[in-house]
């Protein structure tokens, strides 16, 4: 089946480590997005990358990294600079820029 | 820039009784736009999208969307509420270009039974 995967579902972090969240797809989409989603806020986008080896900062990429060596792959990263880093995370594809994003289910990071 | 504005963070209504989500929408040019659902603990998943063909858009679960320019909106319907449909709903909409969605900040849909 096709779709987009995120691993782990949970993630309990300590203070000042760095935390990297895995998304994969296997829909052949050329474009992935991370978001960052709190509760009464809606979906904030953090990066986005169009094709393999580049990506470019959304609204809120502070605190955060990323990147595609791979078209099914875009790992995000987050750092211990990240000041408020608790929230459920989302990763998303889609074939190009004039369809539809699909998402993952999802990543809820704790930190402790 | 585009934006989006959901109005209601809260709806809720009975089961058997319209369903309707308020969603308004700002852009400079046409825009495409999307309503996603979204379960606790889950990603979004693709209710309906309207694209500059119909402007009654039909998609999954029994709900629709009309897009009215005039008034640029974009609001969510169903005509019977069911149990399962409690979920949050978002609003989103694109310009094209790079597929770069803006969300509205949710409404929380609930149904009593």
């Known amino acids: 089946d096709g779709g987009i995967t995120q691993s782990p579902k949970y993630l309990f972090r300590k203070e000042g480590q760095n935390v990297t969240l895995s998304c994969e797809q296997n829909?052949?989409?050329?474009?992935m997005y991370w978001y960052r989603q709190d509760p009464g806020q809606g979906l904030r986008l953090i990066y986005y990358?169009?094709?393999?080896?580049?990506?470019q900062k959304g609204d809120i990429a502070e605190g955060y990294s990323v990147s595609r060596e791979k078209k099914e792959s875009f790992p995000l990263t987050v750092t211990s600079a990240q000041k408020n880093p608790t929230a459920f995370y989302l990763c998303?594809?889609?074939?190009?820029?004039?369809?539809?994003?699909?998402f993952g289910p999802g990543t809820r990071l704790t930190v402790l | 820039a585009q934006s989006v504005t959901q109005l209601g963070s809260h709806v809720s209504v009975s089961e058997g009784a319209l369903v309707l989500l308020r969603c308004n929408y700002s852009?400079?040019?046409?825009?495409?736009l999307f309503w996603y659902v979204q379960y606790p603990n889950q990603g979004l998943q693709l209710l309906l999208k309207?694209?500059?063909?119909?402007?009654l858009v039909k998609g999954i679960n029994g709900f629709e969307a009309e897009f009215k320019k005039s008034e640029t909106s974009f609001h969510l319907t169903k005509p019977s509420a069911h149990m399962s449909d409690a979920a949050e709903y978002f609003c989103?909409?694109?310009?094209?270009?790079?597929?770069?969605?803006?969300f509205g900040g949710g409404t929380r849909l609930m149904v009593k039974p």
């Open positions: 309207y694209t500059s063909a119909a402007t």
């Open positions: 829909l052949n989409h050329d474009a």
């Open positions: 989103a909409v694109s310009v094209g270009a790079g597929n770069m969605l803006t």
């Open positions: 990358s169009q094709i393999v080896n580049d990506f």
């Open positions: 852009s400079s040019v046409p825009p495409y």
């Open positions: 998303a594809s889609s074939r190009d820029g004039y369809n539809e994003q699909f």
